[in-house]
């Protein structure tokens, strides 16, 4: 048996919750996936999961086996990195994250260029409005939005995304714009509830800062939806330029107070820190890093 190949499997299994999660990955079977870890086991001579018919739970034995399998696999990945570092091909299964409406918008777009570049990489790119789990979702890196929790996961900057206030002619036409952040009490906003600013939008200018609690009757975890109700003529947001982009040139939406200056929003690559970071995962992250860092669409609206 191969010892390493099977602590890998045995990792994975975890991680991942799933004998056919597994399966899929390996593109094996889920029988193959147990037979290797009941040989494990019979290995070390005693039970690491304690299986049941809702889900896998590591033994005691096996929870502390889990912790130096972790341990021995990323020694072994970085001596494996270091002595093929500069010449790794970009290559292999490439399993990104992002929230749906930035992966459908910002990320879907530019993986042509990439994938003509980068031929042999195989792009799996899985979309949520939830923060994903890297380890559980078996992501190799997630493209984040916002400030970072502390996860204990390893993150790298890839630019800023410029945010503007925006509201349907519809619903200006029943409502006088704001000319001033302190307006927006004045009117029904809408919340985008995954920001850990909530209800609360800040706005510069001229060296002073302006904090205003907005209040509205809808709000959403989903950036798409928002637009809708922008449209709609439901209310006012506060929301990345790239999702209203196309609508400011439509003349679908209006920007409004332009004379104050919004907090842009941070934009990380993350990836686990348990995991080596491959060639294929550099490259994708230089390559959209570049993209980024030159989109229009990003930038603020003069």
């Not at 949520?128 to 900057?157: C, F, H």
């Not at 920001?195 to 989903?222: C, F, M, P």
Request: one cysteine or more; aromatic letters at 6%; glycine letters at 6%.
């Amino acid at each position: 048996m191969d010892k390493l190949h099977a602590m890998s499997i045995f990792v994975r299994v975890i991680e991942r919750g799933s004998f056919s999660a597994v399966a899929r990955e390996l593109q094996t079977t889920q029988p193959t996936i147990s037979k290797v870890l009941r040989a494990l086991e019979r290995q070390l001579g005693g039970k690491l999961i304690a299986r049941s018919t809702r889900k896998l739970s590591l033994t005691d034995e096996g929870q502390r086996y889990y912790n130096e399998c972790r341990t021995i696999l990323a020694a072994v990945d970085a001596a494996e990195h270091s002595f093929q570092s500069g010449r790794e091909t970009v290559a292999g299964p490439l399993r990104i994250g992002s929230s749906v409406s930035f992966g459908r918008l910002q990320i879907a777009p530019r993986l042509t260029a990439f994938l003509e570049r980068y031929p042999q990489v195989q792009i799996d790119l899985q979309l949520s409005d939830q923060n994903q789990d890297l380890v559980s979702e078996g992501l190799d890196v997630s493209l984040r939005i916002g400030a970072l929790s502390d996860s204990g996961m390893i993150a790298r900057p890839i630019g800023v995304t410029h945010r503007i206030t925006v509201a349907a002619p519809a619903y200006l036409e029943r409502h006088p714009a704001p000319l001033a952040p302190a307006d927006l009490r004045l009117h029904n906003c809408l919340q985008f509830n995954l920001l850990s600013s909530q209800n609360l939008w800040t706005y510069e200018k001229d060296g002073q800062r302006h904090e205003v609690r907005i209040q509205g009757n809808a709000q959403s975890n989903n950036s798409e939806a928002i637009r809708e109700m922008v449209l709609g003529g439901l209310g006012i947001a506060l929301s990345p330029v790239w999702l209203f982009s196309e609508d400011l040139k439509a003349g679908r939406v209006v920007a409004l107070l332009q004379d104050y200056r919004t907090q842009p929003l941070p934009m990380h690559a993350v990836f686990p820190a348990n995991r080596r970071q491959s060639a294929r995962i550099h490259a994708f992250v230089d390559h959209m890093a570049q993209a980024l860092a030159t989109a229009p669409e990003l930038m603020p609206v003069r």
